[in-house]
Every structure is written in C-alpha cells, then in structure tokens.
C-alpha cells in the first residue's frame, strides 16, 4: 500500500491511488466547464506521481509515525516533478504534433507547481525552469515511481487512451495564441490545486463532498427579488419620478438579461438603484443561461458589507452569501523559497489553514477589485485556487472606472478570456463608463452593450446636484475650516472628500470642538469600526442634524449615503462625479451643491494617477466656464466623462500594462508575448547555440512575483475592536476545517491592511503579536482607537506614517 496522506488526529492512511483517482475526478468536473475535463483530469492524474518513489514513503512514515528518527529536511523530497516528466517525455518529442507538445507544457506546468507558483518557460536570466524541472533535475528513484504508478493507479493502454481524449480536448479549444494559453495554463493549474485541496480537505473531514447546482437557489431568489420589487411598486413613493425611472432601468435588466453572454455596461447613474437592478438581471441571466455563481466586485472593501446587506435583505439569505475581503491568513515566508510540499502528506494545524481558505464555491460572492485580479495574476496558490470558480459566472463589476491605471491591460485581457473561453457574462456598472474599449489591450465589449435606453437623457432626469468650481483660490486647511464654520451650519450635513489620509486626519483635528459635531472615516478602521461609523451617519443624516463628516475617497464607490452638500478636493472628474453621488443622492431636495476646490496642502507626488486625473478636471473645468453648452450644461453627463477618460488613457498609456522596473519590461510582454518578439527567447537561442524548444515563452513565476495590485504590498493584521478579541483565541483552538473557516471569514470584518513600513514600525514598537507559526497578526489593546482606528499617535507616535 502506497501513503498519500496521514490524518493527524488518528493516523488514518489516504491510499495514494485513492487521493490520484479521487482529486483526478475533481479535476475533470471543473475543467468540463469551459470543455478540458480530460486536460485537467490529467493534471489531477498525474500530480503526486513522485509519491510513490520509496524516498517519499519513507519520509512520510518516518515524519508521522518516528518523528525521533533522522529523516529527510524541509523541501529535500520532491514528489511534483515525476509526473510533469512523465507528460514531457512522452509528447515533447521531435515526432509529436504542436498539440500534444502544447498539452504537454500546459499540464506539466501545473504539475511541477502545484505546491508553488508556475514556473517560467523562460526567465529573465535566459534560462527556462520549466525545462530543468521535466527533464535536468535529478529524480534517483523516477522509474520506480512510473512502473508503480502504472501498476497500481492506471495502465499504459488506458493512460494513452485518456491523452489522446485530452488532445483532442486542447485541439478544439486552443487558438494558439499566448494571451489564451496563459489563461489556459493559469485556470488547469486552478483546477488541479482545488481538486488536490478538496480531496485532502474531504478526507480529513471524513466527508465525500458533492457537485455544488446553485440553479435551485438561484430560482428561489429570484422569485423572492421579483416579490419585493412588486411590494416596492405598492407604495406612495413609487410615484416619485426618480423612483418610476430606477423602476424602468430594472426592468430594462430584466430583458437584457435574455441576450447571449458577453461584456456589457450598465450606466445607471448614482443613486439609480445599481445595485438591484444589476442583480435582478443576473439572477434572470443565471437561470436563462445555467450560470453558476454571481460575483459583485468593488473598488474597496468599505462598501462589500454595505452592498452584501443589501442583497442579504432582500433575498432573506446569509449562509450562501459570501464576503472575501482579504487574505486574513498569511502565507508562511519560507513558503516562497521552498513551497509547501515539505509538509505534504502531513495534515497539521497549518495545512488546515490552509485548506481552508476559501475557493469561492459559493452562488454569490462579494470581494474586492485586489482579489479579483491576485485570481489570475498574483503568485500564491490560494489566489489560482478560485480561478476556475470565475467560470460560467455572472461578474458585476461595480464602479468599473477604479481599475487601477496600472492594471488596465490586464484587467481588458482577464475579462476578455472570460468572455471568449471561460462562458462567463460581464457587467460593467458605473454612472462614469471608462473607455476601456480604447486603450491598446482593448475590452472586447459587445456592440449596443449598453443596458440603459435613452441614456443622456435618464442622466438629465437624475440630476440633483450643481457643481461649483471654487478652484480659483487655492485652499489650506486654516482656510477650509473657516469657509465651513462660515457656512456649514446654512449647509447642514456636510461630506468633505480630500485626496490624502494626512490632510483628511489634520481637518478632522482642526474641526473638532467646533460648533457641529465631526465625524471621521479612515482605511485604518477595521470594517466593522467604519460600518457602525456609518450607521451613526446615517441616523445623524435621518434626524436631519447638523454635521461634517472628513474623509478620503473610501465615501465615494457605492457608500449609500446623502448628504445636503459635498466638497471635494480637485481630482479625477470620474471622483467628483462619485463624489457628487453622495450628494442629495435620491432626489429628495432642490437641487444641492456639490463645490470642487483645490486644496494646496495635499502631496500628489506619489499619486500619479490623482495628480494627473487633476490636471485633466482642471482643463475641462475651464472649458466648462466657458462654454457650457459644449457639455450640454452638464459636467456629469457622458460625453464629458467619455472626454476624461479618453484623454486619461492617452495620457497614461505607457503606464496601463504595468511595467517591472525589476525586469525593465510590461507585464503583458512578461505574460503574453510571440516567440519572435521575446528578448529573453532571443537571447536563450543565442546563448545556447539552438532553436528555442518550446511553444510557450511566458514569464509566469516572474511576473507573479512582481505584481501587486496596489503598489505595496499589504499584510491583514486582527484588531482588538469588540468582536475582534475574541477571534485569534477561537482560531488558536479551532480544530476542525469547517470551524476555522467560519473564523476566517468572521475575522475579515475585524482586520485593518497595513502597508509594509507601518507593520515594521508597529513590530518595533512592540504592537503586533504573531500567531499559528507566523501565519497571522493581531494588534495588540492600545494600539486601536474609536477615533482613528489603528493609533499612530498612541505610544509609539507613528503619525508621521500617514500619507
């Protein structure tokens, strides 16, 4: 009997064929879904091949059962290669088609990476690891782990009937191009990490697991939607004319929803009823064309709980409704040296952790623009895990135009797959369209995509709001705060959105002790600190009383909130329209103010994206004093949004495919590239005298390692606020998966991302405590405070770390 795994809590042995048999199955269940059952059925099949050398046997018995005797040290046995050989040497011959070779560098990536990240075809040092891993490195005991393989899990006849299928499979799929077979790549590699992370998961949990069909659910919450929309038409306010409209966009979603799948834009203007609306054809959609998931994707996570309450309301569901905010666990640094493979076989505390993290096998899942794109493009397996979940989805984007600058190539390209490959359908919602279809790594948006009729004139109906160019006199701080004692108790409630946490912090400390009560929100509150901030808010803004409230830009994608005026900081003209959002949002006075002013004390430097975002504001702010009517009167309007964005991208266009200054080249080259337009393929055929062998060139491990959604990286760090407490000390005696996956997902709401010089700074000063092996932080009481969230003035007087 051959030893895939030995459960730790009662030394139980998982066969190794069992654990083959059993993740290859898996495997094929999610590849079916965009047509590579077999593709990944193989990947599955083949991944722990290693495992029956005899040096793998002997190491796993040794470290569970004599864990005293000498034994093998962290990631000397490598039980991932074997199989990725195999599948090399077997179609990666002078003999073979182009597309059992492309099979073979597909499949034998995801196997040789399946405890690490996938490996470079070609790296910038001009060599290729893919190579050195399925056919240079030294497998002492690869026969033996073969001949076993083909004796005790599948034999040789029924192997070659299996390839051949999957050929077959790739053939009808692949059109050859690098973008498609990055993709390709990235989602069998996804499929083979769940398969291989739910088997071992089912058995420690001792549960065979099953097919997840949402389709029941799906029609349940339907029907539920359409019940409460009806009930919504029965009451007085119905009438209101802004209500008549939100009611006529519902249903025009409810139409739309009959149209084949594509990438669609949804341009309900603010305070429009997105958020209803776009669920209501998504849940038609589902049930028309057998979708299996529905994803809503936010700029931030100060607006997940909001949107997920909203929808939690109305379809009376909580249980299938899934929040990930972030990646509350952290990954074990010597991880990104070795992989996790030294400990494979061993289920301990940490590899629990592990497994349960979460692979987005839920029907409606919330999460942010961050983890959206770490799926496709970040290194760490818990990111590919969820990659082949994203298909035969629904993917609402809500306020579309926050995709980082940097990321817009990626973004265009990750969506397109979805569209062409992965049977997925896009919506793309936002008052403020970007021009995502103009850059050079365009949007393949459908033609007539846009679900709203009649669109600038719905926009004339919802306006609520006049814009006030103050930005003539620049404003300090000192002058802002006497403009607002001036004036802010003629405004009432009053929301001031500045471009910087500094300037935010420094007017909240000058405002306070004033005539009117001042609220303040920060990223450095935890979500469950700033949604209950909100609901103080929120009551404060129903009684009608009198009040400022400072903050960053977090208030303006989808914070359901009206205030009587707004003042924003000069920026993007996109922000000032969201910004505008939050200003007499449901129609319910005269038409407000919302004063745009040009604060002098904010550093952009470091803001490129703002700071230009301003230059462009300002230059149509002055065409707009002139000539109104060019904008048909209205700066919110379309065509002025559409001359922003145009005239953004073309100013950022040499920044829109993120470029690694490590490697001096775009992310896109790093990823997508042709042979021939390849430096590093280039260079390899000339440092080696030869023809480059392989069809893919892709940088996939280097590009990993550089990319970040936002430009440092952050680490989630447990606060001490209420609930908070009590977490760390339920994860700390959690013992079975399912309990350390609810933790988890309670303890998003009570972390705060800190960016790497904060947590170094509070490490010093003594304010952060490690847990379970190094794998999370948690801050320790003092060093949180209702005011300000994380306290850099506390103790250790860090308020210089405010940017």
Known sequence: MYVAHIREKDRKIQTLKEHLCKTQKLAEQYGEKIGLKHVAGLAGLLHDLGKYSDEFQDYIHKAVFHPDLENKKRGQVDHSSAGGRLLFQKLHQRMNTPYEKLLSEIVANAIISHHSNLQDYVSPDIESPFLKRVEEKALIEYEQAVERFFQDTINQSAF???????????????????????????FIFSCLIDADRTNTRQFEDGKAGGRNDHSILFDKYYDQLI???????????????????????????????????????????????????????ALKHAK???????????????????????????????????????????????????????????????????????????????????QFLNVFYAKGNRNTRRFHNVSHSIVIFDEVQKVPTKCVS?????????????????????????????????????????IVENLPEVAKAFKRVEVIDRTEQPMTNDMLVEWMEENAGLWESTLVILNTKRVVKELYEKLKGGPLPVF????????????EKLEEIRKMLNDNTPFICVTTQLIEAGVDVSFKCVVRSLAGLDSIAQAAGRCNRHGEHEVKNVYVIDHSEESLSKLKEIEVGKGISSNILARFNKKPDKYEGNLLLPKAMHEYFSQFYRKMDTSLSYFVSEVEKDMTRLLMSLAQENSYVSYYQKKKGTRFPLLLNGSYLTAAKHFQVIDQ???SVLV???????????????????????ELKKAQQYSVNLYPNELEQLKKENAIVMHLDGMMYELKEGWYSEEYGVDWSGEGGMSHLFY
């Open 410 to 450: 990626l973004f265009n390209e990750a969506l397109n797959f979805l569209k062409v490959d992965a049977n997925c359908s896009i919506l793309l919602c936002t008052a403020t369209q970007p021009t995502l279809e103009n850059v050079k790594y365009s949007l393949l948006k459908n033609r007539d995509g846009e």
């Open 720 to 742: 001490p606020y209420k609930e908070g407490r009590g977490i760390i000390a339920n994860l700390n005696s959690a013992e079975l998966i399912d309990d350390l996956s609810k």
């Open 160 to 186: 070659d009937k299996y390839i051949t299928t999957a050929v077959m499979e790739l053939k009808r799929k692949t059109d050859y191009s690098p973008t498609q077979s990055f993709f390709l790549t990235k």
């Open 288 to 370: 028309q064309f057998n979708k299996q998931r529905i994803i809503y994707v936010v700029p931030f996570t100060t607006i997940i709980e909001q949107n997920a309450k909203e929808i939690r309301t109305i379809l009376e569901e909580d249980e299938h409704i899934l929040e990930h905010h972030s990646n509350v666990v952290e990954d074990d640094p010597t991880e990104r040296e070795y992989g996790d493979e030294q400990e494979d076989g061993m289920i301990t505390k940490k590899q629990k952790l592990k497994l349960a993290r979460d692979n987005w096998d839920s029907p409606i899942i919330f999460t942010t623009m961050v």
């Open 520 to 531: 303040h929100l920060s990223t450095s509150m935890c979500a469950a600190h700033r949604k």
């Open 227 to 281: 019940t409460k929309l009806d009930y919504f038409r029965t009451k007085p306010e119905a009438n209101h004319p802004i209500n008549q409209l939100r009611t006529e966009m519902s249903e025009q979603c409810e139409l739309f929803a009959n149209k084949p799948s594509g990438i669609y834009s949804l341009s309900i203007p603010t305070g429009g009823g997105k958020t209803l609306a776009s669920l209501r054809y």
């Open 713 to 715: 990286n952050t680490t």
